[in-house]
């Protein structure tokens, strides 16, 4: 998922050079799998919560 | 709308280039770190290279298609997201007699390694921390400016060449990232113990 998160970057960065204005959209798409990578990664039940 | 004169938009432009290039500078020199060090990057790494590189792309927007609140918001977004990655690798790191195997408090501090190796006396994921924070704390003093909002008169793109040549590093950069994380992750999720995930690669 990583991988395909910066790929979305990398096709972001093609549009923005042929400079079409809604090239943020895959920006704002890798970000969100960026925050479902995240929310994956973290054990809320050991671990977050023991801390918080 | 009214130019301020002290921000104009080809200012801010190259205010957006320059923050632009430090972002990508961190990047390279984030590369240096890994393979000087042979330490692939763990998952939370990987996160924070993900919003480096979606906040070169926020200014990236700014040089090549003018100042917009838009591209600030990308910018501001991005950082933010940056920022909380870093927190929570920080804060994983915090205590040295956490185990964080077990999710209990231990006596030994050898228990809760910090993750890599630190440059000048911080680790990396602190450098996010102050990394994002500057980048919000510079968008927040830009937007004091509406001057730099001004239409750009058609025939004065003083910046045309190095705003082509700023998404084309930016665009080298966002593929270089791609590569490596697929050769260290596959299409599948990031190994936390930094290992690339081909075998030809492991030795």
């Known amino acids: ?49 023991i801390q918080l | 709308m009214k130019d301020d004169g002290i921000l104009s938009p080809d200012v801010a432009r190259v205010l957006n280039l320059l923050g632009l290039l430090a972002m990508i500078g961190v990047l390279a020199g ?29 200014a990236a927007m700014n ?6 609140p838009r591209h600030y918001g990308v910018i501001l977004v991005s950082a933010v997201f940056g920022a909380a990655i870093s927190f929570r690798q920080s804060l994983l790191h915090i205590n040295p007699f956490f185990n964080t195997d077990t999710g209990q408090p231990t006596l030994l501090d050898t228990s809760n390694p910090p993750f890599g190796q630190p440059v000048w006396g911080l680790h990396l994921y602190v450098w996010g921390i102050v990394l994002f924070s500057a980048v919000i704390l510079a968008v927040g003093i830009a937007q004091l400016f509406r001057g730099q909002y001004a239409a750009v008169v058609p025939g004065r793109d003083r910046l045309g060449r190095f705003a082509v040549i700023a998404v084309a590093i930016l665009f080298v950069t966002a593929s270089a990232e791609t590569v490596t994380t697929f050769l260290e992750c596959g299409l599948a999720d990031c190994p936390n113990d930094g290992s690339w995930n081909w075998w030809f690669l492991r030795g």
């Open chain 1, 1 to 49: 998922m990583m991988t395909i998160a910066f790929a979305l970057l990398a096709v972001a960065s093609l549009l923005l050079w042929l400079r079409l204005r809604w090239s943020w959209v895959l920006v704002f798409a890798a970000l969100i799998l960026g925050i479902v990578i995240f929310v994956q990664d973290v054990d809320f039940a050991t671990n977050l919560g």
């Open chain 2, 30 to 58: 984030a590369y240096v770190y890994q393979f000087t060090y042979r330490e692939l990057p763990c998952t939370l790494c990987q996160l924070q290279r993900l919003a480096m590189v979606a906040v070169a792309f926020g």
């Open chain 2, 63 to 68: 040089v090549t298609l003018g100042p917009h």
